[in-house]
């Protein structure tokens, strides 16, 4: 949908470039976005053979498990209310937007204006895989 497409640029356009550049090498090889049922969450994956697989895709320099990567505070033109993402990876690997609303209703919108944005990976980089 068009507002997915723009929170995720927004998303990456928000990390700071030793994030940004890997992020997006990673969705570049991605090949499965699945929308969780709620429409509240998309999960991105690189499926190969059937399964996932990162063999020839750079990690992270984070911890491993799950690691939130920023928060963003955001509103849709013509919208009331403000709405929230979050960006998250997993054992080094970005994998999901969650956001506060579905955003099914609003699939057709670009207008997005940034509130606020916090940047939540700082306490877990691992400086062994810098």
Known sequence: MPIEEELLGIAVKELLP??????????DSYNLVQREVDGRALNFYCI???RVKHD???????KSGEVKLLSV???I???AENMHMTACAVNGYFF?????????PYKDYR?????????SWRSNIDSTKK
């Open 73 to 75: 505070t955001f509103d």
């Open 56 to 62: 020839d895709i750079p990690p992270l320099p984070l």
């Open 77 to 79: 033109t013509g919208q």
């Open 111 to 119: 207008q997005i204006m940034v509130k606020e944005v916090h940047q």
């Open 18 to 27: 030793m994030l940004r550049s890997t992020v997006e090498t990673q969705l």
């Open 96 to 104: 999901c937007l969650a956001f506060s609303n579905d955003l099914r």
């Open 48 to 50: 190969k053979d059937g």
